[in-house]
């Protein structure tokens, strides 16, 4: 079964950083397309930035300036670099991708992560 596995959060102040990882738990799935998201309790999933597998990417106008989400194909891997935190990032953060199953020959959609949760307070 093809599951994503994020890493990288945890606690810290207002002003701090954090890098988010998005690889997968196996070598069978080749990363494409991919999504970072958010959610807090009682509050619907957001999308926070986007990046294709040619390299582009998109943000959330809450995060512009400050979250920057990259890639390595080599390390099959997408990250998110999370700068100048505020409390109102806190958050369960999701990974979500595209990409192709190699020992099924097929490309696959929508496949998310269990989340990692950031939490920034002082």
């Known amino acids: 079964q093809v599951q994503l596995v994020e890493s990288g959060g945890g606690l810290v102040q207002p002003g701090g950083s954090l890098r988010l990882s998005c690889t997968t738990s196996g070598s069978i799935f080749s990363i494409g397309a991919v999504g970072w998201y958010r959610q807090v309790p009682g509050k619907q999933r957001e999308l926070v930035a986007t990046?294709?597998?040619?390299?582009?990417?998109n943000y959330a106008d809450s995060v512009k300036g400050r979250f920057t989400i990259s890639r390595d194909n080599a390390k099959n891997t997408a990250y998110l670099q999370m700068n100048s935190l505020k409390p109102e990032d806190t958050a369960v953060y999701y990974c979500?991708?595209?990409?192709?199953?190699?020992?099924?020959?097929?490309?696959?959609?929508?496949?998310w992560g269990r989340g990692t949760q950031v939490t920034v307070s002082s």
């Open positions: 979500n991708a595209a990409g192709y199953d190699s020992r099924f020959s097929r490309t696959l959609a929508d496949i």
């Open positions: 990046i294709s597998s040619g390299g582009s990417t």
